[in-house]
């Protein structure tokens, strides 16, 4: 949960969709484990009880905080044994447990203060056995008669699969006909699976990757289970915090801007280009990357593609990202090729990423698949065209642009291969050049709307619905 701890989108999502909900009038309450990540230093907490958290053959002594101050509700379960690890995810053989651990505390913390939800909103396979705790050990609790539990997907191919013996440390035994039969007699059990079956509603982050997970391509082994209930998968986008992403606000740009007046994002690049000792020339593109270098994000299209380009059209690309070592040494190699050209810089630093999206002309993304994919929303705003592959939340948002229409955000290609990463380029740089059509463009990103005002209220439909179901 942003800003306590964050590894990716969903922290973002957790901070903000709360607040927009609590805002929206609704009591919600967020619990979350006190990862030894958290800087406490910042925020004041208050000790509101203490559980015995028994899984299987273990125990855990557990404590809780509250957040004290502005709502959302905020409870941390400080356990070190479980969150002490200098990292939010592990691969850790008591992986399975940690998270147990935090599904049952929320639990407890309603029985503990009678908090009764109407829904009960899970996220990734680290929680998808709510739904099915609630359906089963809480049942007979009244205070979960009318408790709804939706799940959301955050990227399908996390799924939580463990070896079957875990499966006693879900304190499910008794209930072990309720878990995947065929999966069990072949030796695993399969968190995400279990909430996918027993959840009473399921979304994912886009429209277009709600229906992606239903197809065998993009399924994970789910898409069965997914097609099944389809009435009841929804896609909806992640929303967006203009207080933290608008060049009109942003606190890590030497020089603010807006779609009105444009002119400080020239200077922003300036500035990007000195900082990262780059030489800065009027009416020379930059094309920015920041991402997490993994396989999923595509960049294994750049290896080929990107000196042929480079060399013919005479572009910058600044690059900021670490990841796997073959894909952070591809870039390393692309800047000591064209070292006047290519800055790759290793790692994360969130005020550079800032200044990228204000001082890029265009961004790139070519994501194998991307559930949703907040990059190019920031580009968005920030008057950053962005380059894409039409899938998952990069379909949903990014539309080609169209010179005879003037509508249109970015540059979106249909088959991920070279060429049509090729293609994309240099439609965009073809585009840049005509001064007119680049204003529109730009234009038209900028008065795009992908605030958690909009997103939000999809969900509250979602619980609404499924709150009367």
Known sequence: ????????????????????????????????????????????????????????????????????????????????ELYARGRLYTSDNDEHRRFLALSYVALFICQRFEFAPDIIHAHD?????????????????????????LLTIHNLMYQGSFPVEYGADTNLDRYSDLFHQDLMKQGRINFLL??????????????????????????????????????????????????????????????????????GKEHDKQHLLAQLGLPYKSGVPVLGIVSRLVGQKGFSLLARTMPDLLRRLGFQLVVLGSGEPALEQMFA??????????????????DLAHLIEAGADMFVMPSVY????????????????????????????VQTFSPSTGRGTGFAF??????????????????????????????NGMAADFSWQTQGRLYELVYKRLASS
């Open 414 to 443: 249909e088959h991920h291969d070279e060429a049509g990463l090729r293609w994309a380029i240099q439609a965009a740089l073809a585009t840049y050049r005509q001064p007119a059509q680049w204003s529109q463009i730009v234009q």
């Open 1 to 80: 949960m942003a800003p306590y701890a964050k590894t990716g989108g969903l922290a973002d999502v957790i901070g903000a969709l709360p607040a927009y909900l609590g805002q929206a009038g609704h009591d919600v309450r967020v619990v979350l484990p006190l990862y030894d990540k958290v800087d406490t230093s910042k925020i004041v907490l208050e000790a509101v009880g203490d559980f015995n958290v028994p899984l299987g053959a273990h125990a855990y002594a557990v404590r809780v905080f509250k957040k004290t101050g502005n709502s959302p509700t905020v409870y941390f379960v400080h356990c070190p």
């Open 125 to 149: 396979w680290q929680a998808a056995l709510v739904p099915l705790l609630v359906k089963t050990l809480f049942a007979k609790d009244p205070l979960f008669r009318r408790t709804r539990t």
């Open 333 to 350: 190699s692309l800047q000591r090729a064209f070292p006047r050209q290519v800055c790759f810089y290793q790692g994360f630093k969130n």
């Open 370 to 397: 991307e559930p949703c994919g907040l990059n190019q929303l920031y580009s968005l705003r920030y008057g950053t065209v962005p380059i894409v592959h039409r899938t998952g939340g990069l379909a949903d948002t």
């Open 194 to 263: 279990q909430g996918v079956l027993y959840a009473d509603g399921v979304s994912t982050v886009s429209p277009t990757y709600a229906k992606e997970i239903q197809t065998a391509a993009l399924g994970g082994g789910l898409d069965g289970l997914l097609r099944a209930r389809s009435s009841t998968v929804v896609g909806i986008l992640n929303g967006v915090d203009y207080d933290e992403w608008s060049p009109e606000t942003d606190r890590f740009i030497p020089h603010r801007y807006s779609a009105s007046n444009l002119s």
